[in-house]
T-cell receptor, first 113, second 115 residues
Framework: GENVEQHPSTLSVQEGDSAVIKCTYS??????FPWYKQELGKGPQLIID?????GEKKDQRIAVTLNKTAKHFSLHITETQPEDSAVYFC????????????FGSGTQLTVLP | DSGVTQTPKHLITATGQRVTLRCSPR?????VYWYQQSLDQGLQFLIQ???????AKGNILERFSAQQFPDLHSELNLSSLELGDSALYFC??????????????FGEGSWLTVV
């Protein structure tokens, strides 16, 4: 079925270190992969997205890589700061009848000062 | 601020009751989506409307219904509430239908507690 698996479920890093979150998806026809950040008490906020025609996209300290052959994509945060602490969700659009975003289960990132 | 407005922010109600959650999409957005977020189920897609018409349906219970009005605001109606319906309900919006990856913006959510 349509599925996005996200790992790890929790991640703690020291301030200044890098954090990597990985997601795998089941539908090889998926072509849009956004990442959302959800802070406590707030709605998910889009932080970066990538489409299937590129392999990597960067925006300052955040980057996303996509490996379509292996059907996985990753979020990389460099020089982490305490304000990066939040729950991060990956998502993908599947080619099923609904073609809606299917979300991963989320990663609780904690940046330790 | 995403521009998506949801009311109420918090709601406590008893089992068996009915509630209505309201959403105003971002200016210019024609699609409205409803998602349910619970601790054990993550973010689950419920339903989407595009320019007043139902566009896609996800894991929405028969006790739940939604509609999008001519001014594009949307309401999610939850009836015969059960304890398990306690969750955070998000509305989101996008310019297009979302099928090709239009950016989807989320509101701050309506926290429903059923007691």
């Amino acid at each position: 079925g349509e599925n996005v698996e996200q790992h790890p479920s929790t991640l703690s890093v020291q301030e200044g270190d890098s954090a990597v979150i990985k997601c795998t998806y089941s539908d090889s026809a998926s072509n849009y992969f956004p990442w959302y950040k959800q802070e406590l008490g707030k709605g998910p906020q889009l932080i970066i997205d990538i489409r299937s025609n590129v392999g990597e996209k960067k925006d300052q300290r955040i980057a996303v890589t996509l490996n379509k052959t292996a059907k996985h994509f990753s979020l990389h945060i460099t020089e982490t700061q305490p304000e990066d602490s939040a729950v991060y969700f990956c998502a993908a659009i599947f080619s099923g009848s609904a073609r809606q975003l299917t979300f991963g289960s989320g990663t609780q990132l904690t940046v330790l000062p | 601020d995403s521009g998506v407005t949801q009311t109420p922010k918090h709601l406590i109600t008893a089992t068996g009751q009915r509630v209505t959650l309201r959403c105003s999409p971002r200016s210019g957005d024609l699609s409205v989506y409803w998602y349910q977020q619970s601790l054990d189920q993550g973010l689950q897609f419920l339903i989407q409307y595009y320019n007043g018409e139902e566009r896609a349906k996800g894991n929405i219970l028969e006790r739940f219904s939604a509609q999008q009005f001519p001014d594009l605001h949307s309401e999610l109606n939850l009836s015969s509430l059960e304890l398990g319906d306690s969750a955070l309900y998000f509305c989101a919006s996008s310019k297009g239908t979302g099928r090709t990856g239009n950016t989807i913006y989320f509101g701050e959510g309506s926290w429903l507690t059923v007691v």
